[in-house]
């Protein structure tokens, strides 16, 4: 089965093909890179819709190049959740194109694409998953068809969290690699650790890190301890979820995972314990629509196709609602 996968949550327009048989994933994406602040949802959007069509067209001129005409099976795209007005493009985007190539239309969800490229990579059978991306932190684990969150963030996403403090130090978006390159000359200094049962919170150690850089903590320093906070916390509730669950495997998901001091504790961890750990490359890590196209390979074999009419955006889509339809190889 060949899939074109669309993705428009935020601020990448990407589009991919994948090809079940031989496994290749072909991805094309253009990312939004504010001139200065953060993500702002009106240019987020009219940058969706300035580049979704020239990915597109890349994209669909290398499944004609590499596979030959009409070799699209299946369309499918991220649902949500997401920034609205992006999804709506995505999704009007993804509904033409399932209407003009007469193919089915599949709607994916993003953090369960975040998870599944994971698993899918792996071959893990039934991993836990920490998916710490820009505007989410979860802990999932699958039980009873579904990936329930184990645990959570209280209040703002990981990435966001990095990212303000970066914007309050003047550097421009995305903060995470210049926190991680920064950090590498630093040394530690105290911040708040939240971690409440399975569930971790980020508002109050961005506020304290600012409040530490502003009384003249080195910059260095800050990210460091930034860094060593963060992670830990994270690592911890996934650790927790593994001993809970008595699950074995682990894999990683989301932008922030493309941290090396992240995957570092979390390997630690788990060699520690016996648990096998997978992080997906880069280009699976932050978001693309490769994970978009090979879940949606997976629902497309599994009949998991949605009409054109029942097929809205949802911006709050929570991967608790999603139910999993599909198993490892279905795709084929
Ligand atoms: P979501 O997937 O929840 O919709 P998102 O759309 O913001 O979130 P992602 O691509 O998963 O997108 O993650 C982007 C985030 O990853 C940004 O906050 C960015 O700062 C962070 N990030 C990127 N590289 C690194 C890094 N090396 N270290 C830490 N954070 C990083």
Redesign the pocket.
């Known amino acids: 089965m060949r899939v074109l996968g669309i993705e428009g ?4 327009a990407s589009a991919a093909v994948y090809d079940s048989e031989t496994d290749d994933v072909h991805i094309e994406s253009d990312p939004y890179l504010p001139d200065s602040g953060g993500i702002h949802p009106r240019e987020a959007a009219e940058h969706m819709s300035d580049a979704l069509p020239s990915v597109v067209d890349a994209a669909l001129s290398y499944a004609e190049r590499e596979y030959g005409r009409a070799s699209i099976d299946a369309v499918a795209f991220s649902r949500g959740p ?1 920034l609205g007005p992006c999804l709506r493009t995505a999704g009007t985007a993804a509904r033409s194109l399932a209407g003009s190539l007469s193919v089915p239309l599949v709607g994916v969800n ?1 953090m369960v694409a ?1 998870l599944e490229i994971g698993r899918h990579r792996s071959g893990f059978e039934n991993p836990i998953c920490l998916n710490a ?4 932190a979860h802990v999932l684990g699958y039980h009873d068809d579904r990936y329930r969150v184990l645990g959570e963030t209280m209040d703002t ?1 990981v ?2 969290a ?2 303000k403090f970066t914007r309050h130090v003047g550097w421009s978006h ?4 210049k ?2 390159a920064a950090a590498a000359d630093g040394e530690f200094l105290e911040l708040p650790y939240v971690v409440k049962g399975m569930d971790f919170s980020f508002s109050g150690i961005m506020s304290a890190a600012k409040d530490r850089y502003d009384e003249g903590a080195p910059v260095e320093d800050v990210c460091f301890a930034l860094q060593e906070h963060v992670f830990a916390m994270l690592t911890e509730v996934a650790e927790r979820a593994l001993s809970l669950t008595g699950a074995d495997e682990l894999v990683l998901g ?3 995972g ?2 090396d001091r992240l995957r570092e504790m979390l390997e630690a961890m788990c060699t520690q314990r016996g648990a096998s750990f997978f992080a997906p490359e880069p280009r699976f890590l ?2 693309n629509a490769g994970m978009i196209a090979v879940l949606g390979a997976k629902m497309a074999a599994a009949g998991d196709v949605v009409p054109i009419r029942e097929s809205s955006v949802d911006p709050n889509f929570r991967p608790d609602e999603v139910p999993v339809t599909w198993r490892p190889g279905d795709e084929s």
């Open positions: 949550t935020a601020w990448c997401g993003h975040h991306s820009g505007a989410n996403g990435g966001n990095i990212d995305p903060g995470g690699p926190v991680e989301g932008g922030v493309q941290n932050r978001d």
